[in-house]
């Protein structure tokens, strides 16, 4: 494949700019963000089923929480270095190639009905969607212009939201439709749903390898502007873009979590497990749709304001949560999944602004800082045994209250921090 002399890339890339240009690109992308949105949501389903097979308790359960956003933390810098070194689209097919190797392990950990087997495909399986999330992220900011490049990501988001939406109901048919009479039979329930997602992972790496994206071209990387990753902290919007992506995963991810008990409680909604369950479809269904409203609205509304704007009435509804009772506080906390829509791609996509040469290595950091995700649930679940499960809600409000003020004021780049975006890793 020619190479771009550095010297032509910047006016190739402003030839590119319109979206329209990168239509075909960005459909091909937002497969991705449903498939691994959908693979995500299904954790939700394989929590409570393989808790009850090996009779787990609560916190030998939430260890597929640890290994599926833990692998975030660990891959997510060498997937920045991978990409950077392959490109955008080897990257893609890599993590696809992963991620559906981890789902093939599903089937000796069922057969030999072994729960730390069950957890080792689980991280083999996230490390692809690390190196996915690595890669796509970055490329979906960089097809089109600058100024919507936060739309962009958020429409994209939007049908990873309606993965997460969808999986929980196919998963749950799936595994609890029927009541089996022994274990061997309810862990092998997992085999033929993993075995379809591997295909459908390989059907996919093997598009992304042969597909030409119209209107893309690859571009040699200027390894002179290539920081390391510790200098990457001297971005001082990056370094809180990070804190803020680690505050937003592990806030959502624990109300989430929490949101079955909660409505369970008396004071609250005093619901069954079974009907409670039924609920966080509002949660996670609110995220898709606010996601495709906040795509819209960052057409015309500056993401920065929108960001803080969704985090100042999310910190508003879990004050009424924590401080109220009955379907006032039900239905509040149940809300904020509509206001959590447009944060991530948002705090994502401010945080990379300028980094050029550096973008892959910087969304390496971002992804990084997902394991958010598996510390903020086990420190609110800490808060909940010794404050009460209503004001453990505290410590989202807090990761809610950070977000604002990075949109407000974190998310400026200093000057000299700010690159022009003229140069990138390979496509």
């Not at 409570?48 to 097979?53: A, G, M, R, Y």
């Not at 900011?141 to 196919?170: C, D, E, V, Y």
């Not at 904020?336 to 705090?347: A, D, H, V």
Request: proline share 4%; aromatic share 10%.
């Amino acid at each position: 494949m020619a190479q771009i002399p550095m010297a032509e890339v910047g006016n190739a890339h402003a030839q590119l700019a319109p979206e329209q240009k990168h239509g075909f690109a960005l459909v091909s992308l937002t497969s991705l963000f449903f498939m691994w949105g959908f693979i995500t949501a299904l954790n939700d389903i394989l929590i409570p089923h393989l808790k009850d097979i090996f009779v787990l308790n609560y916190a030998q359960a939430n260890l597929i929480q640890f290994c599926f956003f833990g692998a975030y933390f660990i891959i997510s810098v060498p997937a920045g270095n991978l990409v950077k070194k392959i490109g955008y689209q080897k990257g893609i097919a890599s993590g696809l190639f992963t991620a559906a190797l981890g789902c093939l392990l599903f089937i000796p950990a069922a057969v030999l009905e072994i729960y730390w087997m069950f957890l080792g495909a689980l991280f083999v399986l996230a490390s692809g969607i690390t190196v996915l999330q690595v890669a796509a992220n970055p490329l979906v900011t960089l097809l089109g212009s600058a100024s919507k490049a936060s739309s962009r990501l958020t429409m994209t988001q939007a049908f990873n939201s309606l993965g997460t939406t969808i999986a929980p109901i196919i998963g749950g048919y799936l595994l609890f439709s029927t009541v089996q009479s022994n274990v061997e039979s309810e862990a092998q329930k997992v085999i033929v749903p993993y075995i379809v997602l591997a295909s459908m992972l390989v059907a996919l790496a093997v598009y992304f390898l042969n597909v030409k994206l119209s209107g893309t071209q690859p571009q040699q990387v200027d390894t002179t502007q290539i920081s390391s990753m510790k200098s990457l902290f001297k971005h001082r919007h990056l370094t809180l873009g990070a804190l803020g992506i680690f505050a937003y995963v592990g806030a959502e991810v624990s109300i989430g979590g929490l949101l079955i008990n909660f409505l369970g409680e008396k004071h609250i909604a005093d619901m069954p497990q079974a009907v409670a369950a039924n609920y966080i479809a509002y949660y996670w269904g609110g995220a898709m749709v606010g996601r495709f409203i906040g795509a819209v609205l960052m057409q015309k509304v500056s993401p920065k304001l929108l960001l803080s704007v969704n985090c100042l009435i999310s910190v508003c509804l879990l004050m009424i949560a924590i401080l109220g009772s009955g379907p006032l506080a039900m239905w509040s906390i149940l809300l904020i999944g509509l206001f959590n829509s447009i944060m991530f791609p948002t705090i994502f996509s401010l945080s990379l602004f300028g980094l050029g040469a550096n973008t892959s290595q910087g969304s390496g950091l971002l992804c990084l800082a997902i394991v958010g995700g598996a510390i903020v649930p086990v420190v609110q679940g800490l808060l909940a045994d010794q404050i009460g499960l209503q004001l453990s809600f505290l410590l989202p409000v807090l990761c809610y209250a950070y977000i604002a003020y990075f949109a407000l004021f974190g998310s400026n780049p200093r000057q000299n921090d700010a690159q022009v975006n003229s140069s990138g890793v390979p496509l």
